[in-house]
């Protein structure tokens, strides 16, 4: 990452050191294994004040990752050799698609994140397939986008926004939050 690359370089580096926008088991992730156990939730940043209803099924918890074992990593045919797995696409389509339909109203809005440009697009296409088309997939206030070129704060909605991101593609994460 462009951040990784001036650190190197040695540009001067602030780490965050404590965050307000995450459920706590989210930010349990980043912190050991980016912070060094030192990424702190702000006051007030608990697990009861991030609830959301959908949290009470196992599917859906703060932080689930999935081991898509059937899906095959491909090269994008139209993203510079950026790698695809439709498989994973398959899946983070079905389980957001259910956590919609299996409580309207209580997701405001979904972020879909991968840090491959050929996975968004195959994202973007099963979504279109198992939604019935743009239209509905734009209804659902499901947005696309790169880790890099994804701006998080877009996302929002009465429980924040859920977000799916594919951080390997071997390893899909689906966590929902507030921000």
Known sequence: SLF?????????????????????????????FFYEGQLLNGTGITADSKVAPFHR?????????WDCREGRERSGAHAGGSLRNSAEAHLAATLVHGVLQS??????SVAVISPYKAQVMALRDEF?????????????????GTVDGFQVG?????????????SHLNAPLL???ST
């Open 4 to 32: 990784e690359r001036l650190a190197r370089a040695g540009w001067p580096v602030t780490m965050l050191r404590e965050q307000y926008r995450m459920h706590p088991h989210i930010s349990a992730f980043p912190s050991r």
């Open 57 to 65: 099924r196992l599917a859906y918890k703060p932080f689930v990752v």
């Open 103 to 108: 409580y309207p109203g209580e997701v405001g």
């Open 128 to 144: 279109r397939r198992q939604f019935g088309g743009e239209a509905a997939v734009a209804a659902a206030g499901v947005e696309f």
């Open 154 to 166: 877009r996302a929002g909605g009465r429980h924040g926004a859920t977000r799916f991101c594919q």
């Open 175 to 177: 966590s929902p939050s």
